[in-house]
């Protein structure tokens, strides 16, 4: 089993940053990818940055370069760096792991990341 302890977000102005860290602990050799994802109110919950355990990611449209997701070195620990955030960006941000298709797909707590305008 595998679980993920989220930390960072808050509340900040358009056009400020934030981080985010996701820890990942247990069975985390099984990990095939993690990443982070958001879910606003009202609205399904939406892809934000995945990196593979290779280290390719992947960004959704809306947040390419404002935002970059990386890994630890120890690699059970990813980060998002959020800048430029706009007020759209708020949402609560839940980071998941990848475990494979022969493994149930993990998801964090989330935690709330609000952009004032």
């Known amino acids: 089993q595998v679980q993920l302890v989220e930390s960072g977000g808050g509340l900040v102005q358009a056009g400020g940053s934030l981080s985010l860290s996701c820890a990942a602990s247990g069975s985390i050799r099984y990990i095939v990818a993690m990443g982070w994802y958001r879910q606003a109110p009202g609205k399904q919950r939406e892809m934000v940055a995945t990196i593979t355990s290779g280290g390719s990611t992947n960004y959704a449209d809306s947040v390419k370069g404002r935002f970059t997701i990386s890994r630890g070195n120890a690699k059970n620990t990813v980060y998002l760096q959020l800048n430029s955030l706009k007020p759209e960006d708020t949402a609560v941000y839940y980071c998941?792991?990848?475990?494979?298709?022969?493994?149930?797909?993990?998801w964090g707590q989330g935690t709330q990341v609000t952009v004032s305008s």
């Open positions: 998941h792991a990848d475990m494979g298709v022969s493994r149930r797909d993990v």
